[in-house]
């Protein structure tokens, strides 16, 4: 799945935003009051939001630069039998 740079930067900016999450949730748990309470509620959406988030964009890119993979793939074969037709010759 993550076989470009996209997704791979994606990955790494979602579990970055993933620790963040975990560290306001926590922050939100230990201060209490309602700035606790706006920690640990930013917290807990941020967790889940990010993770929708970055897997939509993955799985988006992945869908729509499907044909660009199976081109890049026939281009690929093409040229091999190229070579070897010339080898032959």
């Avoid at 939001?49 to 970055?54: R, S, T």
């Avoid at 499907?66 to 010759?89: C, L, P, R």
Wanted: proline share 0%.
């Amino acid at each position: 799945m993550l076989t470009t740079k996209f997704t791979r930067v994606v990955a790494i900016l979602l579990v970055i935003c993933e620790v963040v999450s975990i560290g306001l949730t926590f922050a939100g748990a230990f201060i209490g009051g309602k700035l606790g309470r706006g920690f640990l509620a930013t917290g807990m959406f941020g967790f889940v939001a990010a993770a929708v988030f970055g897997w939509i964009l993955i799985t988006v890119y992945n869908r729509v630069h499907k044909d660009e993979f199976a081109v890049n793939a026939m281009m690929e074969k093409h040229a091999e039998e190229s070579a070897d037709e010339a080898k032959k010759e």
